[in-house]
């Protein structure tokens, strides 16, 4: 039976003023019909068992976001690599939806004891349609345990994305994200890990092309537990033609992270006075000694720039062009995989890696 939901997504962990409507995102009637239609390619050392207990990890969008995974009944993909074990090559997932599609994908990571293992995942569609592409990943890195997740997000104008990360590291293990958001109308993304165990890390790096009137809602939390914890959350973007752009990052330092250290910063190019930006960075402290940083640096290139440009036949619109893609280069050079780096850049030329 179709059952529609009401989702509050990408709350703040600790609320700020209520009249800049930046503590969270309402959707309204949000529908997923059914699973997404995908292929998998696992590599020698990943098994995909038929269930995984994993323990209780929350997503950066809430859980709102669990609701709706549960409401829509799919099946959770399940992604093991067993202790000590380096994973070949990447996971490969390709999601394709349909103009019209309202489907929603659940998948899980779970990297045992010192392995090692990288996940690919793209999202991409046809056709200009009012669709919803809803994905949810849950991660658990066990002690020593070292998960790459890349996810690049190409899908059609039209269409909504809900992409919900969540995970949790043990002592010594890392989790490393990176995020490319290039197409899509309206994208709502969240991602927490929980840095349970000492010496646990967390790197993410996110980058984001909007045009024409779309939008991008996010929500970064590091939450810090174990002692000697580290964090880095880079984004970096661009906005123009009236898009519009909310990016939350909260470093959390908890009772007993002594040690740890948590930076943040984006980078946000303006190419135009119709776009929209709404950066909230927030650090929440609970122990003494610990650090933590954020910054962000937002506008229009610089006069100098311009003139330099120019000064070399480099008209100004060119110019805004080249340092749009520049930004997405540097995230995309944070990707472990030729392929996808190359779809990346296909992407970016207005290529289609699929003709």
């Given at each position: 039976?179709?059952?529609?939901?009401?989702?509050?997504?990408?709350?703040?962990?600790?609320?700020?003023?209520?009249?800049?409507?930046?503590?969270?995102?309402?959707?309204?009637?949000?529908?997923?019909?059914?699973?997404?239609?995908?292929?998998?390619?696992?590599?020698?050392?990943?098994?995909?068992?038929?269930?995984?207990?994993?323990?209780?990890?929350?997503?950066?969008?809430?859980?709102?976001?669990?609701?709706?995974?549960?409401?829509?009944?799919?099946?959770?993909?399940?992604?093991?690599?067993?202790?000590?074990?380096?994973?070949?090559?990447?996971?490969?997932?390709?999601?394709?939806?349909?103009?019209?599609?309202?489907?929603?994908?659940?998948?899980?990571?779970?990297?045992?004891?010192?392995?090692?293992?990288?996940?690919?995942?793209?999202?991409?569609?046809?056709?200009?349609?009012?669709?919803?592409?809803?994905?949810?990943?849950?991660?658990?890195?066990?002690?020593?345990?070292?998960?790459?997740?890349?996810?690049?997000?190409?899908?059609?104008?039209?269409?909504?994305?809900?992409?919900?990360?969540?995970?949790?590291?043990?002592?010594?293990?890392?989790?490393e994200v990176t995020h490319l958001v290039l197409g899509g109308h309206a994208t709502y993304q969240g991602c927490q890990i929980d840095l349970a165990g000492h010496d646990s890390a967390l790197e993410t790096d996110i980058g984001y092309l909007l045009e024409a009137g779309s939008k991008l809602?996010?929500?970064?939390?590091?939450?810090?537990?174990?002692?000697?914890t580290t964090s880095r959350i880079d984004a970096s973007g661009v906005l123009k033609e009236a898009a519009f752009k909310l990016f939350r990052g909260t470093i959390d330092f908890k009772h007993g992270?002594?040690?740890?250290?948590?930076?943040?910063?984006?980078?946000?190019?303006?190419?135009?006075?119709?776009?929209?930006?709404?950066?909230?960075?927030?650090?929440?402290?609970?122990?003494?000694?610990?650090?933590?940083?954020?910054?962000?640096?937002?506008?229009?290139?610089?006069?100098?720039?311009?003139?330099?440009?120019?000064?070399?036949?480099?008209?100004?619109?060119?110019?805004?062009?080249?340092?749009?893609?520049?930004?997405?280069?540097?995230?995309?050079?944070?990707?472990?995989?030729?392929?996808?780096?190359?779809?990346?850049?296909?992407?970016?030329?207005?290529?289609?890696?699929?003709?």
């Amino acid at each position: 039976m179709e059952q529609t939901l009401n989702l509050t997504i990408n709350r703040l962990p600790a609320l700020t003023w209520h009249h800049l409507g930046m503590n969270q995102t309402s959707l309204e009637q949000v529908l997923a019909e059914g699973e997404g239609t995908l292929t998998i390619e696992t590599p020698d050392g990943v098994t995909q068992p038929a269930q995984d207990d994993l323990p209780a990890i929350g997503g950066g969008m809430g859980p709102d976001m669990d609701t709706l995974v549960q409401a829509a009944g799919v099946p959770v993909h399940h992604f093991n690599v067993s202790a000590g074990t380096a994973a070949s090559q990447p996971v490969r997932v390709r999601l394709t939806y349909g103009p019209e599609d309202k489907k929603i994908n659940a998948f899980t990571i779970h990297a045992e004891a010192e392995s090692q293992v990288t996940v690919l995942m793209d999202y991409a569609g046809e056709g200009e349609g009012q669709g919803l592409a809803a994905i949810q990943t849950k991660i658990y890195a066990e002690e020593g345990a070292l998960v790459r997740l890349v996810q690049v997000q190409r899908l059609p104008k039209g269409v909504t994305c809900l992409n919900d990360v969540g995970g949790r590291c043990e002592s010594g293990a890392k989790i490393e994200v990176t995020h490319l958001v290039l197409g899509g109308h309206a994208t709502y993304q969240g991602c927490q890990i929980d840095l349970a165990g000492h010496d646990s890390a967390l790197e993410t790096d996110i980058g984001y092309l909007l045009e024409a009137g779309s939008k991008l809602d996010m929500n970064y939390n590091a939450i810090h537990r174990g002692k000697k914890t580290t964090s880095r959350i880079d984004a970096s973007g661009v906005l123009k033609e009236a898009a519009f752009k909310l990016f939350r990052g909260t470093i959390d330092f908890k009772h007993g992270s002594a040690g740890s250290v948590g930076n943040e910063k984006e980078d946000v190019l303006l190419l135009d006075d119709t776009a929209i930006n709404q950066t909230i960075p927030l650090i929440l402290c609970a122990e003494e000694d610990v650090q933590g940083n954020h910054g962000a640096t937002i506008g229009k290139l610089s006069e100098e720039t311009l003139a330099y440009m120019a000064a070399r036949g480099i008209p100004e619109e060119t110019a805004y062009e080249l340092m749009a893609k520049a930004r997405i280069h540097r995230v995309c050079e944070r990707i472990p995989d030729e392929a996808t780096r190359q779809l990346v850049e296909q992407e970016l030329e207005g290529g289609n890696d699929d003709e």
